[in-house]
């Protein structure tokens, strides 16, 4: 039935058909691509068809976006503000819509899909402010008659390549920012994800046309691979954020720094939970679940490794077991589902392959390990019990794949936490003030974000987001994220009549 179904009629209120131009190019909507099928992960039927991107459709839209910067970094960060202020508005307007959208097309449940777009909402809220407060800094000449200064000018272009489990607030991290940062914006939207895509582009679209702008300053392409390359070895973009996993991203990355042009990279995350013996449990049990088994595991920031105090370990496997039975499994949107499919069938077979792995290295299989017989991706919540030396677990299984070891020192936690190549997210739960501050301190967790009684996952955009080593370290959304966005610049003037030098040279 596809795209007549009765459950598909909110789509029109968002701008998609059954069958949609995939390219927003110039104030157009085209695509001389391929055509292809956005699935609903449930049921693996069609949704609806889009039209992707071909080069000279990226040549086309790359030349408009490029002529509209010129426009665009002239008009003050403030007036920007104003334009990422409506956009945010526009999104408030249609955020069950959205919502629903991005929990049909990825999978993830309705409060998940309405919550991801509520976070571009407040990276709107965040970049408003910001507008106001692209700060440089005056710093003291040891030259007399001299002042020194520091100017931040936008880039031109941001290349934004998003991944499918966040298909549009990865956008908002980066766009929101980039835009009142004075740079236009060049987004791929994961290829298995386009019609949200789409929605969010036509939204911004609205935005840029009622207040007479260029649209090309938002220029959208849904593609493959294809698009992702141009994009990487484009010149007119200094600066591409890429999404995905480690092995892409070091291509990307390559190819960028070929042409001397900058990444930001969001890549792999291998994100460990400790629990002290002083642990508040329940807390830490509720905390667990939420963060192994949210997004059906397919977080960047899922919790896939619980490292427990070997005195609580057994009492916690315990509790931890009996609050996965009642984990709810089926349709994203029903009301009480807390797991919902893995995003592609691609993604239920690497699962698979996966608990194979994890069975010929030893693996101990305490709940879940399979796949359920349906015509969607759905998966059991899985939890393994499994050696820290185990090869599978140094590399990132993107499902709801929790493995379990013991501890018995906190060193000896911490070596765990830190011994894999990913470097993105981790939590501790104590409430010892010596355990907390050694856990955020140098000998602590050598992660880009390091909680405490927390989990693992649901960050807040008013701090940086990011990872080191693997993950690739680069770093989104709040805090002084924004100076990635731009070219600074320091300034040197002389408002006097001599010339004295710098160190005291005496120059003729």
Known sequence: MGFAQKEYEFLSEIGIGATNPGCFVNGVWKGNGALVSSLNPSTNQTIAQVSEGSLEDYEEGMQACFEATKLWM?????????????????????????????????????????????????MCDFAVGLSRQLNGSIIPSER???MMLEMWNPLGIVGVITAFNFPCAVLGW?????????????????????????????????????NNLPTAIFTVFCGGAEIGQAISKDTRIPLVSFTGSSQVGLMVQQTVNQRYGKCLLELSGNNAIIVMDDADIKLAVRSVLFAAVGTA???????????????????????????????????????????????TAASRDSFKKGIDIIKSQGGKILTGGSVIQSEGNFVQPTIVEISTDAD?????????????MKFKTLKEAIDINNSVPQGLSSSIFTNKPEIIFKW????????????????????????????EKATGGGREAGSDSWKQYMRRATCTINYGHELPLAQGINFG
């Open 174 to 210: 980066n766009a929101c920012l980039a835009l009142v940062c004075g740079n236009c914006v060049v987004w791929k939207g994961a290829p298995t994800t386009p019609l949200i895509t789409i929605a969010m582009t036509k939204l911004v679209a609205e935005v840029l046309e009622k």
């Open 440 to 467: 955020i301190g140098p000998h602590g967790s050598d992660c880009g974000i390091v909680n405490v009684n927390i989990p693992t996952n649901g960050a807040e955009i008013g701090g940086a987001f990011g990872g």
């Open 74 to 122: 002239q008009i003050p960060a403030p007036k920007r503000g104003e334009i990422v202020r409506q956009i945010g508005d526009a999104l408030r307007g249609k955020l069950q819509q959205l919502g629903r959208l991005v929990s049909l097309e990825m999978g993830k449940i309705l409060p998940e899909g309405i919550g991801e777009v509520q976070e571009i909402i407040d």
């Open 392 to 404: 599978v677990v140094k590399e990132e299984l993107f499902g709801p794949v929790l493995y379990v």
């Open 144 to 146: 007399p008659n001299h």
């Open 297 to 343: 595991g397919q977080r960047c920031t899922t919790c896939r490794r619980l490292i427990l105090h070997e005195s609580i370990y057994q009492s916690f496997l315990e509790q931890l077991l009996e609050v996965y039975k009642q984990v709810k499994i089926g349709d994203p949107l029903e009301k009480g589902t807390l797991l919902g499919p893995l995003h």
